[in-house]
C-alpha cells in the first residue's frame, strides 16, 4: 500500500524546536586541564627487583611505567626516606630509579618525608640520625639533605621537575620540634624555609609543593596554609590528599581545591587518591580498605574503581586543580616488598586499590589517564 505523505503544521514544527532549545543543560563550568597527570610508584622498584611482572589490559607483557605512561601518565613521584632499614627508598635507590624515569621522558616529582619511616598526619617521625638534634640543627639538616639530593639528580641529568617538603604536614614535621603546638608555626615555618631555599639553590626552575591531607576541610586548610604563609613560608604548588573513605565528599573537595587556588594564588594538586577495585586480600597484610563499598555509590570492583578514579579527576578539573596523582597505582602483592621496611614478612595493605590486579595485568581505571 502506498505511503501518504504526512504534513507537519510549521508552526507546530517551530514550537518543537523552541522546547528542544529550552531543555538544553546550562553550559558547564568551564574546568581546569590537568597538567599533571601523575603516579606514585614508590614500591615499584622493590617490586621488580623482587621480580614482579606487569601487563597491559590485553595481557601483553610490557614495563610498568611504559605502561602507564601509554596510558596517559606524565609524572612519576618517588618518596624518600633518609635511612630506611631495608634500603627502599634511601637516596641511592632513589638516583638509581631517576634514571629509569627520567630515561621513559617522565616528569620526576620527590617526596621529601624527612624520617627513615613513612610520614603522615599521625606520624612524622625524625631520623634516627637526627633524633637529639634541636631546632636550628634540624634547620641545617633539612637544608643540607634536600640540597644533597636534589643536586645528586641534577649531577646525573635527572634534575627533580618538583619536590615536595615534607609528607601530609598537617599539623607539622619532625616532631616534636616542628610540631605545630597551640597555633605556633615557628619551628615548621623555619623547616620549611630550609626546605624551600635549598631546592632553589640546587635549580630555581624545580618548583615547591607543600603538602597537606587536608582536602576534607576548608577550615583545617586555611589553619595551615595561613598559618606558614603568615610566617613568610613561601611554595610554589598546594597538594592535598584525597581519599573519598577518609576525606569525605567529591564536591567538598572540588570547594576545597577551589578556595586553595583563589585564597593564595598557587596552582593546586591532588597529590594523592586511590579505590578498591576488590574487597578481597592478596597477602597476609590485612587490607587498609577492606569494605565491599567504601564510598556510597562505588563498589569495590573494577566498575567502581574506574567510576571513582573518573569522578576524582573530574572534581579536581571543576575545582581548579593541574594535577591529579594516583598513589601505589604498582603496589600489588609481592612478597618481600611490605610495608614495613624492619620486616621482610610483611605484607601490602594496598594490593586491592593498585590499578594492577594481583597477576600484574592493568584495570580499566588506567586508561583514565588519557585526557
Sequence with gaps: MATRAVRIPIIFLMSLLTLLISIQPAPAQAASTLSMLGADVSSLQHAEDLGAKYYY?????????????????????????????????????????????KAKGL????????????????????????ASHTISQLQTDVYNYTYDVCNSLKSQGTTPDSVQIGNEINVGMLW???????????????????????????????????????????????????????????????????????????SNMSSVVA???????????????????TADNADSEANSISSSTPCSG???????????????LAAARTGGAIGVFYWEPTWIATPGNGWDPTNP???????????????????????????
Design 57 to 101: 589490559a590485553n595481557g601483553t607483557a610490557g614495563d610498568p611505567l611504559q605502561i602507564l605512561k601509554d596510558n596517559g601518565v606524565n609524572y612519576i613521584r618517588l618518596r624518600i626516606w633518609v635511612n630506611p632499614a631495608n634500603g627502599y627508598n634511601n637516596k641511592t635507590k632513589v638516583l638509581a630509579f631517576a634514571k629509569t624515569v
Design 176 to 250: 616534636p620540634e616542628g610540631e605545630v603546638v597551640n597555633n605556633n608555626f615557628t619551628n615548621l615555618a623555619l623547616l620549611l624555609k630550609s626546605g624551600y631555599n635549598a631546592t632553589k639553590a640546587c635549580n630555581s626552575g624545580t618548583q615547591v609543593i607543600i603538602h597537606t591531607a587536608d582536602a576534607d576541610s576548608d577550615a583545617n586548610a586555611r589553619w595551615f596554609y595561613d598559618g606558614i604563609k603568615a610566617q613568610g613560608v613561601s611554595w610554589d604548588i598546594t597538594g592535598l590528599s584525597y581519599y573519598c573513605y577518609w576525606h569525605g565528599s567529591m
Design 345 to 371: 614478612s610483611s605484607g601490602d595493605g594496598w594490593d586491592n586499590q593498585a590499578l594492577f590486579n594481583w597477576s600484574g595485568l592493568a584495570n580499566p581505571a588506567i586508561a583514565l589517564f588519557k585526557p
Design 298 to 312: 562505588y563498589s569495590a570492583t573494577w566498575t567502581g574503581q574506574y567510576n571513582n578514579f573518573r569522578d576524582v
Design 259 to 277: 578556595d586553595m587556588k583563589s585564597r593564595y594564588g598557587k596552582s593546586v594538586i591532588i597529590a594523592e587518591t586511590a579505590y578498591p577495585f
Design 107 to 130: 616528569k620526576l616529582m620527590i617526596d621529601f618525608h624527612y624520617s627513615d619511616t613513612w610520614a603522615d598526619p599521625g606520624h612524622q617521625t625524625k631520623p634516627a640520625a637526627w
